[in-house]
């Protein structure tokens, strides 16, 4: 079983810095893929990155390439996404999601995650 918990959201300004972790708390002896995703107000909940279950497979959604860094390190069953360089539009809640981990599916695709956290909210101010 896996269990997801987001953490590390809040206030940031435009510019800033954040760093953002999902913890697994369950426990699992199977390899996981996992990736972030977050809903904008108003908005559908749109991919943001994600990270292959080895680390070496990353994908970044076009907003946030050069800006967000996806990590994860698997001693401590946590993944990591550090926003730099925020603006007004990334403020959104960030889910973190995972799935038994694959070779061939594609890390953006929504519908291949099977565990998903509660996310918690970031908001970046002008």
Known sequence: QVHLVESGGGLVQSGGSLRVSCADSGRTSRKYDMAWFRQKPGKEREFV?????SGVSLYYSDSVRGRFVI???NTKNTMYLQMNSLKPD???VYYCAARYASSWSELTNENTYDWWGQGTLVTVSS
């Open 49 to 53: 990155s994600g990270i292959s279950w």
């Open 71 to 73: 990590s994860r390190d």
């Open 90 to 92: 990334d403020t959104a």
